[in-house]
């Protein structure tokens, strides 16, 4: 069958008008885009730049999560799309988080990760992250991952894997042999960003509570302790909704995404379904911002209990 036509479909203007307006639109581009550049430093909230982590870190004891209590974070079959935006983008980038079973093994999941800027942030800073994480939700912690980034500067791709009978993380970087690394852990619960923010929606986000968790990203280490701050009702897509409202009172050693004395919140959702909503971080022009987009719920909807 032939696709159907439409015999509206607008034509070009060819008006003297119109040319000037696209002379004068390129002209103002030209003007503005290395400003937009010029200000817009992604190095602040990037995860790596390419440094080591000291090994001289002096980790505080901490209690070890409970499985049993952040397990019900993660659920087959969900995802969540946000829309990032600085400075003078508002659109700027999209990032989606999904979680699926393995084909193998049912207790295990596997969480993708897919970033990407958009637009004109594309076009200053064209950008493609994909992770993918083996997850073991019922002992809270990731077995292995993968992390792929394309970017106009570099290419990089990173394998990590847990091995916790020796107590140690192994990371492989297949672009830069000379990062090979086999680390300590120094607790016993790692977890990439994506399954960290997806652990926050098992936690009890009674007021002033707070959660630990460890990240490990692309053979670094790090402790973020989790506080909630308040319950506020904020401004999303799905209308005003009440959400718990967390910052990182500890972040050692310094995050460029979580960081403390408010320069990072994180925004999920007061009710049964506990969807992360917002995430914010203070930079040097303001603030960038991830805001939910779109998301999909396992048939299973109930993700936490209310407090």
Not at 2 to 8: K, Q, R
Not at 268 to 274: I, L, P
Request: with cysteine.
């Amino acid at each position: 069958m032939m696709p159907l036509v439409s015999h509206n479909t607008p034509r070009f203007n060819h008006s003297p008008k119109y040319g000037r307006a696209c002379c004068s639109f390129i002209l103002l581009w030209a003007v503005i885009a290395p400003t937009v550049a010029a200000k817009i430093n992604l190095s602040e909230i990037r995860d790596d730049d390419g440094s080591t982590q000291s090994q001289e870190i002096v980790w505080p004891e901490r209690d070890v999560p409970d499985p049993a209590e952040t397990a019900s974070g993660f659920k087959s079959g969900e995802k969540f799309q946000f829309r990032g935006q600085w400075g003078l983008l508002r659109k700027a980038a999209r990032l989606t988080i999904s979680i699926q079973a393995t084909e193998t093994d049912d207790a295990l999941l596997l969480v993708k990760t897919n970033v990407r800027t958009l637009g004109l942030a594309k076009a200053l800073f064209p950008i493609l992250f994909e992770g993918q994480t083996l997850l073991q939700p019922q002992k809270g912690r990731i077995l292995n991952s993968r992390v792929t980034e394309i970017s106009r500067s570099r290419e990089t791709d990173v394998k990590t894997t847990f091995d916790y009978e020796a107590g140690n993380m192994s990371l492989v970087d297949e672009t830069r042999p000379d990062r090979n690394t086999t680390k300590s852990l120094p607790y016993p619960v790692p977890l990439d960003y994506a399954s960290a923010l997806l652990q926050v929606r098992g936690w009890n986000l009674a007021q002033d509570s707070r959660h630990s968790f460890l990240i490990s990203s692309k053979g670094k280490f790090y402790l973020i302790e989790m506080q909630t701050m308040k319950t506020e009702s904020i401004q999303t897509k799905f209308g005003k909704l009440d959400a718990f409202k967390l910052e990182p009172i500890l972040a050692l050693p310094q995050s460029k995404l979580f960081r403390e004395g408010g320069k990072m919140s994180l925004w999920v959702s007061a009710d049964e379904r506990r969807i992360p909503l917002r995430i914010d971080f203070k930079i040097s022009i303001g603030t960038a911002s991830l805001r939910i987009e779109a998301f999909t719920l396992s048939n299973d909807t109930l993700v936490a209990q209310s407090q």
